[in-house]
């Protein structure tokens, strides 16, 4: 069995700002925020990554985003919010049990993304599409 802090905080372990739990998920406060209340919603077992999860433990972990998303908007007022998910080391996944970030974003608040896009031909696109929907 792994050691991950996300483990420890699921199994009560290690300690957190729970602001959510089901009995599959937890949500806690991010202990290096980005911003106020930023959260990161887990499943309690654990599993690497989103390829890792069985279908229904991911419907239950995205529920509980939903919901969260929710109680910012009622009792924040928060209605601008990252949810974002990395999944894989070079997608910059630092803890290796699944997790969503539910960042609350706010006009100049310097945390905006800047992805390098790129240009794929026409052919390029309708490869890429006949691929995914095969
Ligand atoms: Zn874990």
Known sequence: MEDYIFCRIAVGTSGCWKMWETSQTIAFLDINPVSRYHTLVIPKKHYANIFDIPDDELREVASAVGEIAKRFKEKLGVSHKQ???NNGREAQQEVLHLHFHLI?????DGNNLRWKTIRPSREEFEEMASILNT
């Open 104 to 108: 609350p974003r706010s006009s100049g």
């Open 83 to 85: 949810i974002l998910s």
